[in-house]
């Protein structure tokens, strides 16, 4: 399977059998941020920290080019280094998560595994070199203190022309990831570059990407469109959704999966909801 045809996989709900919370929006702009630093001609590993069953990793998987790799890291079904406060929401959000269910759902648009560490993500930096990766994407503990630490470790972990991309930033029922992510930007020297709904896009690189970069690749895109544009400090950065009638494709096949759900043709209500 090629990276188009994983699109039109995420894009079609009533045939994505894959769990998990990758809406098209952002699939399309994670490949927009890839396109624009293959174009600039930067290069590293990818890394992914949290990938619960792999949605996001599988896309990701496509990124690499010939010495790049794919890293992933989450913890999987133990909970060793876990706060009380991660361990509910482990148990509310991601009940019976285990490795074998990730890989297995990884091998299925790929030929091989990533590396996968099964380790805390704050033990990163003992098996990740600095200055190595040029993604790294955070969808891991939505704690306050964890993504703070997951944010300090992707800077890090990034060299030249590197992205942070951070998930759940706007999400209010885990308003730690916000807080982490506004104090980096406040004390630290973070240039956001764009935002959807669901993922906040960053660089602590001045001569980097930019925000204007973004948002002409988006223009390239046929199921994207800027929403607007506001300005954090002196960065002019744009928040990014699906263009009408790609909205209109993607919810048809939704419909299609909660009349199934709710006609008593399914097994259970899917984890999304499209935006």
């Known amino acids: 399977m090629s990276v188009t045809e994983y699109l039109e996989f995420i894009g079609d709900p009533a045939n994505d059998d894959v769990q ?6 952002d699939a399309q702009l ?15 590993d990818i890394l992914e920290i ?4 792999g949605k996001s990793a599988i896309l990701l998987g496509f990124f690499p080019r010939p010495g790049e790799t794919l890293i992933t890291c989450d913890l999987f079904d133990s909970d060793a280094s876990v706060s009380e406060e991660n361990h509910r929401e482990n148990a509310a959000f991601y009940p019976g998560l285990q490795r074998g269910d990730f890989e297995k759902n990884y091998l299925r648009f790929h030929d091989r595994l990533p590396t996968v560490h099964a380790r805390p993500s704050a033990d990163l930096s003992d098996v990740v070199p600095a ?3 040029r993604l790294v994407h955070i969808d891991g503990a939505h704690t306050y ?5 997951d944010i300090e470790t992707a800077r890090r972990l990034l060299g030249p022309g590197g992205v942070v991309v951070v998930d759940d930033w706007s999400s209010a029922h ?26 906040f896009y960053a660089t602590w690189d001045p001569s ?3 925000g204007e970069e973004v948002t002409a690749a988006v223009a390239d895109r046929a199921d994207l469109d800027v929403k607007g544009s506001v300005l954090l400090g002196r960065h002019p950065v744009s928040s990014i959704t699906m263009t009408a009638g790609a909205w209109q494709k993607y919810s048809a096949s939704l419909r299609a999966v909660y009349s199934k759900v709710y006609s008593g043709g399914g097994a259970g209500a899917p984890q999304m909801v499209g935006f």
């Open 131 to 133: 200055g190595s990766c």
């Open 145 to 149: 203190e964890a993504t703070r630490a």
């Open 30 to 44: 994670l490949c927009v941020i890839n396109d624009v630093q293959v174009g600039r001609g930067y290069d590293g």
């Open 208 to 210: 980097g990407l930019t």
């Open 20 to 25: 998990g919370w990758l809406y098209p929006t």
């Open 174 to 199: 885990i308003p730690g990831v916000a807080m982490a992510l506004w104090e980096q930007y406040l004390t630290g020297d973070l240039i956001p570059l764009a935002f959807s709904k669901g993922k």
């Open 50 to 53: 949290g990938v619960y069953k």
